[in-house]
């Protein structure tokens, strides 16, 4: 099993200096390559308290020269919010910084703070993203960007050249079921978050490898990542005192940065299945909806935890977690005992399920004609 160590850069109601949060946030992505991790991951967000990491990029790319061994993922780089061309150079490079250590996450985005922050129309974001998509994931196999019928790309390389393929090691982030076909036509793998009865996950699923097959043939997708918000602890009414306390509160910050109950919530084209979630709230309480969020997050004594770990790997056959350990404004030192916690009896068994590895050695690629040679 792959186990990657994910940041979030929480700063709940400011309690604390952005500086601050950053400094500790680093000393536990910094930490995870000698616990044991085999990855580093974040997630791009902006202007909020809720994820204060504005280019996961930049993050990676510092965590790189930190470190030697681990993988460095993106869950997600948002594409709406981005010129396509810029993101190509920017993964490029820093695969090129990293030795061919990068693993490629996407997104669409879905707080209405952010696409309005970048001056931009969300009935668009899924168009947006589809288009930018295919024109990065083709401009890291080729090496070059041509086209698109939003974009309208002049035909330029991508330099440094994409030395390795990204087929294998690139996914996206997918919640809503027509989420699922798309991300099949992309030959993308699956990142997932828990935040939906596991039934019905695995209804998406079959969605995702019917189409899949329909257009990749016999090719296997990549097996699924699946992240959370973990709290171990070896005592179990602790462990389960303050996972509660920790992950609903963490629910809440989510409620606050998407305005999930708001009007607007789910009004916009392609967002329409978020709806569901005001809906939702309004039946169970925002402590209930967050109660059960908090319910399908692997949390207790590490046997509880593997336990937990192992039914979601029977549900969406993945190969390869992402494990958060502070967020919600959680203190340091309780955050790093429940990631040492979890490094000591967790990791160690983990290591000895029976997974396909994650493409561990990209494909390299042949670099290609110039653009203006071609031309």
Not at 162 to 170: E, N
């Amino acid at each position: 099993m792959h186990v990657g160590y994910g940041a979030a850069f929480q700063n709940p109601q400011n309690a604390l200096s952005d500086a601050e949060v950053y400094r500790q946030e680093l000393c536990l992505a910094e930490l995870a390559e000698p616990l044991g991790f085999d990855s580093v991951w974040s997630v791009e967000h902006h202007f909020t308290d809720y994820t204060m990491c504005p280019d996961v990029l930049q993050f990676l790319s510092y965590m790189a020269g930190k470190t030697s061994r681990v993988q460095l993922g993106s869950m997600v780089v948002v594409l709406p919010w981005h010129d396509p061309i810029r993101v190509a150079e920017q993964i490029s490079l820093l695969d090129h910084l990293s030795n061919g250590r990068f693993i490629l996450g996407l997104g669409r985005g879905l707080a209405r703070v952010e696409y309005e922050g970048f001056r931009l129309d969300q009935n668009q974001g899924r168009n947006k993203f589809v288009e930018y998509a295919e024109l990065i994931l083709n401009a890291l196999e080729n090496g070059y960007m041509e086209g698109g019928l939003l974009t309208n790309q002049p035909r330029r390389d991508i330099r440094p050249y994409p030395a390795r393929s990204f087929k294998g090691r690139s996914y996206a982030a997918a919640v809503s079921p027509e989420s699922m076909p798309i991300m099949a036509k992309l030959g993308v793998g699956l990142l997932v978050i828990p935040q939906k009865p596991w039934d019905v996950v695995k209804q998406d699923f079959e969605v995702y490898h019917k189409v899949w097959h329909e257009v990749n043939g016999g090719i296997n997708p990549p097996q699924p990542l699946c992240g959370g918000f973990f709290y171990v602890d070896e005592n179990k009414d602790r462990a389960e005192e303050r996972a509660m306390k920790w992950i609903t509160a963490y629910y809440h910050t989510a409620m606050n940065h998407y305005e999930m109950t708001s009007e607007k919530f789910g009004s916009y084209k392609g967002y329409e299945f978020y709806s569901g979630v005001g809906k939702y709230i309004n039946r169970h309480g925002m402590d209930g909806a967050a109660r059960d969020f908090a319910n399908l997050m692997p949390f207790g004594t590490p046997d509880q935890v593997l336990e937990k770990l192992d039914f979601i790997r029977k549900t969406i056959d993945m190969n390869g977690i992402m494990c958060n350990f502070s967020y919600a404004g959680m203190p340091f030192d309780e955050s790093e005992r429940s990631m040492r916690c979890f490094a000591k009896y967790v990791l160690p068994e983990l290591k000895k399920w029976n997974t396909t590895p994650m493409l561990a050695k990209p494909k390299e690629l042949k670099m290609p004609a110039p653009a203006a040679q071609a031309a």
